[in-house]
């Protein structure tokens, strides 16, 4: 490496940050390394683009396979397409070498697509089904979500993991495995390895809590009510949920899919609290580091505030539905079809977090995920054992039957 001969000025052809790194005395070739020809732009921008889009639709495709791993022995299904999406993009990147031309396309979807699709994410929420949980429900639901990130914050601390790691983990844990994981990332600007960190280790755990919790629950013999809520509490992905629930019976699905959905009912306090608790904390280090006035807001993601809009919509049950009818024809006849806003937006939001994921699985190498070690693993896996005994503990002691 050898360090620009001709100095360069504010007024040259090179701009400012290189300007400043010539002056600091930086080698020119990492100063160029993450800029983009502007040339193809638009050709990679494409091509990217069609890529994530391409593993994604496989990703769905896959999720509607009729055979285990993808569909259970009762018919409900217990992998997400976002966690396919992420492992098949990370086969592709590790396995062959991905083009330059593609990565612009390919951070597009992440950097673009995310946002929206946490947006759109907010029109699965509806306070109300807290409140038709009942004071008990929202207690012990309440209590979970605090335990789980009162426990990540603990061990995260006693095992030297990242707190921005802990923190994921926590989240995924509390509420719902990778969608929750995936919401709080651009919120505290986790690295992208991070989030297939993440949404790895509570898939797996959520797998492991799916074949153990069942047997637990027949050695104990406990109710179909008290196994519901144990498992809309214990388990963290809601499709995970759904299908360990049905399994055991038909009252146990129904009452751990209210739990489950009162739990993803406070992923948006919960992401709003955690992302002013983040934007409080970096304004702190920029005022100490020498900046006069700090605009909180400006450092707040704006896309929250549409995510809880539009869950306030939906708890108000402002998002209409249609009805649209067709023009009478000579061989159809009239037609009328239904269209659901609140439909199109959670399958507008699941879209665009699982093309958003393969993106993160297509820029993720194995290398980077090593880093991180065995440690977030355990604690984890820690905190979900905590949890799973606590409830149970709680279940017995309020004798829910």
Request: glycine content about 8%; some cysteine.
């Given at each position: 490496m050898e360090l620009r001969e001709t100095p360069v000025t504010p007024s040259s052809p090179y701009s400012w940050a290189e300007y400043l790194a010539y002056m600091e005395g930086v080698p020119e070739d990492i100063v160029s390394a993450g800029k983009q020809p502007s040339s193809t732009s638009a050709a990679s921008?494409?091509?990217?683009?069609?890529?994530?889009?391409?593993?994604?639709?496989?990703?769905?495709?896959?999720?509607?396979?009729?055979f285990w791993p993808f569909v259970q022995s009762n018919g409900h299904r217990a992998l997400e397409p976002v966690m396919l999406a992420i492992i098949m993009g990370m086969i592709?990147?590790?396995?062959?070498?991905?083009?330059?031309?593609?990565?612009?396309?390919?951070?597009?979807?992440?950097?673009k697509l995310l946002?929206?699709?946490?947006?759109?994410?907010?029109?699965?929420?509806?306070?109300?089904?807290?409140?038709?949980?009942g004071s008990v429900g929202v207690l012990m639901s309440c209590l979970e979500v605090c335990l789980?990130?009162?426990?990540?914050?603990?061990?995260?601390?006693?095992?030297?993991?990242?707190?921005?790691?802990g923190t994921l983990l926590g989240v995924g844990t509390a509420i719902c495995g990778g969608t929750a994981i995936v919401a709080t990332a651009p919120v505290i600007e986790a690295e992208e390895s991070d989030v297939v960190f993440g949404v790895a280790t509570v898939t797996l755990l959520g797998l492991l809590g799916m074949f153990l919790l069942p047997i637990i629950a027949h050695a104990m013999d406990l109710t179909s009510q008290a196994f519901g809520v144990w498992a809309g509490l214990a388990i963290h992905q809601t499709?995970?949920?759904?299908?360990?629930?049905?399994?055991?019976?038909?009252?146990?699905?129904?009452?751990?899919?209210i739990v489950k959905m009162a739990r993803v009912c406070l992923l948006a306090p919960v992401v709003f609290v955690i992302g002013f608790v983040y934007a409080r904390s970096k304004?702190?280090?920029?005022?100490?580091?020498?900046?006069?006035?700090?605009?909180?807001?400006s450092l707040f993601p704006k896309f929250v505030f549409g995510f809880l809009a539009l869950a306030l919509l939906r708890t108000l049950g402002w998002?209409?539905?249609?009805?649209?009818h067709l023009p009478q024809a000579a061989v159809v006849g009239r037609v009328?079809?239904?269209?659901?806003?609140?439909?199109?937006?959670?399958?507008?939001?699941?879209?665009?977090?699982?093309?958003?994921?393969?993106?993160?699985?297509?820029?993720?190498?194995?290398?980077?995920?090593?880093?991180?070690?065995?440690?977030?693993?355990?604690?984890?896996?820690?905190?979900?054992?905590?949890?799973?005994?606590?409830?149970?503990?709680?279940?017995?002691?309020?004798?829910?039957?």
């Open positions: 921008m494409s091509w990217g683009l069609l890529s994530c889009l391409g593993l994604t639709l496989v990703a769905m495709w896959m999720n509607e396979l009729p592709i990147s590790n396995v062959w070498t991905i083009p330059k031309s593609l990565y612009p396309g390919i951070k597009a979807s992440v950097k946002p929206l699709g946490i947006i759109l994410l907010g029109a699965r929420l509806n306070f109300l089904d807290i409140m038709r949980l789980a990130l009162a426990l990540m914050w603990f061990f995260t601390r006693q095992f030297g993991v990242s707190t921005k790691l499709p995970q949920v759904i299908a360990t629930s049905f399994a055991y019976s038909q009252q146990a699905g129904e009452t751990a899919t304004a702190q280090k920029e005022q100490s580091a020498g900046r006069k006035q700090i605009n909180y807001l998002l209409p539905n249609f009805t649209m009328e079809r239904e269209f659901s806003m609140t439909a199109a937006m959670q399958w507008g939001a699941n879209f665009c977090i699982v093309m958003s994921m393969a993106g993160v699985g297509l820029e993720t190498r194995f290398t980077a995920m090593k880093k991180s070690g065995v440690k977030p693993f355990v604690v984890a896996a820690l905190s979900a054992i905590v949890i799973t005994l606590a409830v149970l503990g709680l279940i017995r002691l309020l004798k829910i039957s």
